[in-house]
């Protein structure tokens, strides 16, 4: 299984930008997809979550400014950021539980990351 990102670079703070995670692979059952920041020297903060049945939760830094949709016919999770910020600025992990057949173990996915640049 591979996660591969896209969608990150550079912006002018009170942008917009989206970020989107695929997963490739032998894939049974997606659970939770989620995507997580990481600024330098501090750890990885998750920044939105959506189960499989599409209830979401956000960061409280986060709330009201982004939105996490996920298209599971195309194993895709979307991050859809507005009124971005300065301290939006790092690197976007995305993240996904999944089985990869009937019966199996759930595992946990990472994707390699995507820039996240937000000027001032």
């Known amino acids: 299984v591979q996660l591969q990102a896209s969608g990150g670079g550079l912006v002018q703070a009170g942008g917009s930008m989206r970020l989107s995670c695929t997963a490739s692979?032998?894939?049974?059952?997606?659970?939770?997809m989620a995507w997580y920041r990481q600024g330098p020297g501090i750890q990885r903060d998750l920044v939105a979550v959506?189960?499989?049945?599409?209830?979401?939760d956000y960061g409280n830094s986060v709330k009201g400014r982004f939105a996490i949709s996920r298209d599971n016919g195309k194993n895709t999770v979307h991050l859809e950021m507005n009124s971005l910020k300065p301290e939006d600025s790092g690197v976007y992990y995305c993240?996904?539980?999944?089985?990869?057949?009937?019966?199996?173990?759930?595992?946990?996915?990472w994707g390699q990351g995507t820039q996240v640049t937000v000027s001032s």
């Open positions: 993240r996904t539980d999944l089985r990869a057949q009937a019966g199996g173990r759930e595992r946990t996915y």
């Open positions: 692979g032998r894939i049974f059952r997606i659970t939770d």
């Open positions: 959506i189960n499989g049945q599409g209830t979401t």
